[in-house]
């Protein structure tokens, strides 16, 4: 199927069945399951017929990129972002994000929490773990997560809903899953953000409470 003929609607309605499938397989509720739109770096005109199939929920990488993609189409969504966050921009993630799922450092958990005391807006929060220990990519060890996750609820006053991960490209995504739906149980937290467009059905076999899809969704990007 070339770009031209590619139906989002249709897609997305592919999606939640093969979501729903995959939740009652595992002997789950698919309502348990939520679909996050990743609709970073996506032209509007893709991003439409997504919005109008009835599609709520989307990921962002960039705050400006998103601030500026959704600037005049806000209202009745959830926005989660799901790229790092620079503690300089937290004021304005704040601003904008109901979700934000990459919390992995002190430094920024101190800056949300003084940011979140001064606007009185505090977003849900997950906990990043990098599962695979990649040193490229941001996220909290997991042998560091324990006590991570204990500072932002003693120290900061923050208290995370969830974890999230993104498994190394070359290794299975189940052993992965496993691990982050082990470091969820073990501290208490219901949420897991985990699985993409290639392994989404694996991470609801593993607990996924929210899979992130951006390709599968929208088609492939044009590239110049």
């Given at each position: ?42 032209p ?38 799901i ?10 993630a ?32 997950f ?23 204990a ?14 991960c ?24 219901r ?16 607990g ?17």
């Amino acid at each position: 199927m070339d770009g031209s003929e590619f139906d989002p609607a249709a897609a997305r309605a592919d999606i939640l069945r093969r979501m729903a499938d995959a939740a009652r397989q595992a002997g789950r509720d698919p309502a348990e399951v939520q679909l996050t739109a990743v609709s970073k770096q996506q032209p509007w005109p893709a991003v439409a017929p997504v919005l109008a199939a009835g599609q709520t929920v989307f990921g962002e990488n960039r705050v400006q990129e998103a601030a500026q993609r959704w600037a005049d189409h806000r209202q009745g969504l959830e926005l989660r972002l799901i790229g790092p966050l620079q503690t300089n921009k937290v004021r304005e993630a704040l601003n904008l994000f109901d979700v934000i799922e990459t919390l992995d450092r002190d430094r920024l958990a101190e800056r949300l929490a003084a940011e979140i005391q001064r606007l009185g807006r505090a977003p849900r929060v997950f906990v990043q773990v990098n599962t695979g220990e990649e040193p490229q990519k941001a996220g909290v060890r997991p042998d560091e997560t324990d006590a991570f996750v204990a500072r932002c609820r003693n120290v900061y006053d923050l208290h995370p809903e969830g974890l999230m991960c993104i498994p190394p490209e070359a290794e299975p995504p189940g052993p992965h899953f496993a691990l982050l739906a082990k470091l969820a149980g073990r501290n208490g937290l219901r949420g897991l953000s985990m699985g993409m467009s290639s392994d989404f059905e694996v991470a609801i076999r593993h607990g996924s409470t929210a899979v992130r899809v951006g390709s599968a969704l929208f088609g492939a990007r044009a590239h110049a």
